[in-house]
T-cell receptor
Framework: GAGVSQSPRYKVAKRGQDVALRCDPI?????LFWYQQALGQGPEFLTY????????KSGLPSDRFFAERPEGSVSTLKIQRTQQEDSAVYLC?????????????FGEGSWLTVV | SQQGEEDPQALSIQEGENATMNCSYKTSINNLQWYRQNSGRGLVHLILIRSNEREKHSGRLRVTLDTSKKSSSLLITASRAADTASYFCATGDQGAQKLVFGQGTRLTINP
């Protein structure tokens, strides 16, 4: 596609509910990232995939957070038993190769509100 | 945790003036990137400067990098109302495949 696509754009979840956020990276991009952005803050790294391999999940805040990219393209970020502190924008990003010098392209984000 | 710190946190100027934002970071980097984020939107990549570069230009944007001081600046010349947004610097960590963002500068251009 033309850019990184994320869905849903907005999600309101009741506390305790499970949510799944989807990311369609730019076609052919090897690297895929998930970031969490709280209101008024900069994005914070959650996890990184190289093709289907999850090479870094050091930023996932708890074991309630799980991400997958089974076929090396679309990725899903799942949050189980959501809590109010999970309310944030979840940004997905992709880049063409694994080189640190490559531009990383971001999607519009999925805005999660836990009530 | 966030590595970069942007300064100032908020900046308000008149249209046509130049806007300068600064970013400091803590560890050795491979590159530094600047992003813009309009309210309620995703991040838009503006410019990437590598650790062996000192200055880079793109249109009305000028970025400098001083690795000895671990700092970078973004200059927007002849500002326009459409430049109103938050601006973030992000560093590419050596050895790690991720960007580490600062907290951003909120720029307001008054018509």
């Amino acid at each position: 596609g033309a850019g990184v696509s994320q869905s849903p754009r907005y999600k309101v979840a009741k506390r305790g509910q499970d949510v799944a956020l989807r990311c369609d990276p730019i076609s052919g991009h090897v690297s895929l990232f998930w970031y969490q952005q709280a209101l008024g803050q900069g994005p914070e790294f959650l996890t990184y995939f190289q093709n289907e391999a999850q090479l870094d999940k050091s930023g996932l805040p708890s074991d309630r957070f799980f991400a997958e990219r089974p076929e090396g393209s679309v990725s899903t970020l799942k949050i189980q038993r959501t809590q109010q502190e999970d309310s944030a924008v979840y940004l997905c990003a992709s880049s063409l190769t694994t080189s640190l010098g490559n531009t990383i392209y971001f999607g519009e984000g999925s805005w999660l509100t836990v009530v | 945790s966030q590595q970069g710190e942007e300064d100032p946190q908020a900046l308000s100027i008149q249209e046509g003036e130049n806007a300068t934002m600064n970013c400091s970071y803590k560890t050795s980097i491979n590159n530094l990137q600047w992003y813009r984020q309009n309210s309620g939107r995703g991040l838009v990549h503006l410019i990437l400067i590598r650790s062996n570069e000192r200055e880079k230009h793109s249109g009305r944007l000028r970025v400098t990098l001083d690795t000895s001081k671990k700092s970078s600046s973004l200059l927007i010349t002849a500002s326009r109302a459409a430049d109103t947004a938050s601006y973030f610097c992000a560093t590419g960590d050596q050895g790690a495949q991720k960007l580490v963002f600062g907290q951003g500068t909120r720029l307001t251009i008054n018509p």
